[in-house]
T-cell receptor, first 114, second 115 residues
């Protein structure tokens, strides 16, 4: 069964900590994405990557960075976590080009920054 | 820029009834794709149905159908014969037709199905 795996379902971190959220996909997808989901705001794109070592800013990249050293792995980094980064983080992947299936998503990581 | 609007924060339906979740979109592109996803309490986003802008027929997948009205820029999801397991968040999304073809999501509708 193909899947996108996020390393943690729940995380609690302290303000100022450096936080790594990991995402791995086994579908050989070129594209990978990080979204954050907040009530009333839907899903907002933080960063995405269309190839190894390539990255593009999404709509809300401030306070975040990403790393993609291997095709299957896409990491989201919070350099210095703040309470306003408490949220649900969703990773997704897709093939390049048009697709009738959109993205495949992971189960999400619910991050709380205290 | 593309935009998706879901005006219903929450919807209630009784089991076995049909329900329509609204979605309107804004784009100047002629070619685009529209998606609906379901997010149960477990958190994972589950793909439900897809409609291409050039598709003449409304998409259907089992109990799900997409009421596509291109002139009105609406893409409503219809769930027939609701089941308790349909209780979840539902997101409408549109794929950009240019650049990296990212998905743009609406704010979602929470559906509660009661016995």
């Amino acid at each position: 069964d193909v899947k996108v795996t996020q390393s943690s379902r729940y995380l609690v971190k302290r303000t100022g900590e450096k936080v790594f959220l990991e995402c791995v996909q086994d579908m050989d997808h070129e594209n990978m994405f990080w979204y954050r989901q907040d009530p009333g705001l839907g899903l907002r794109l933080i960063y995405f990557s269309y190839d190894v070592k390539m990255k593009e800013k999404g709509d809300i990249p401030e306070g975040y960075s990403v790393s993609r050293e291997k095709k299957e792995r896409f990491s989201l980094i919070l350099e210095s976590a703040s309470t306003n980064q408490t949220s649900m983080y969703l990773c997704a992947s897709s093939f390049q080009g048009t697709s009738n299936y959109g993205y495949t998503f992971g189960s999400g990581t619910r991050l709380t920054v205290v | 820029a593309q935009k998706i609007t879901q005006t219903q924060p929450g919807m209630f339906v009784q089991e076995k009834e049909a329900v329509t979740l609204d979605c309107t979109y804004d784009t100047s592109d002629q070619s685009y794709g529209l998606f609906w996803y379901k997010q149960p309490s477990s958190g994972e986003m589950i793909f439900l149905i897809y409609q291409g802008s050039y598709d003449e027929q409304n998409a259907t997948e089992g109990r799900y159908s997409l009421n596509f009205q291109k002139a009105r820029k609406s893409a409503n999801l219809v769930i027939s014969a609701s089941q308790l397991g349909d209780s979840a968040m539902y997101f409408c999304a549109m794929r950009e037709s240019t650049g990296f073809q990212k998905l743009v999501f609406g704010t979602g509708t929470r559906l509660l199905v009661s016995p």
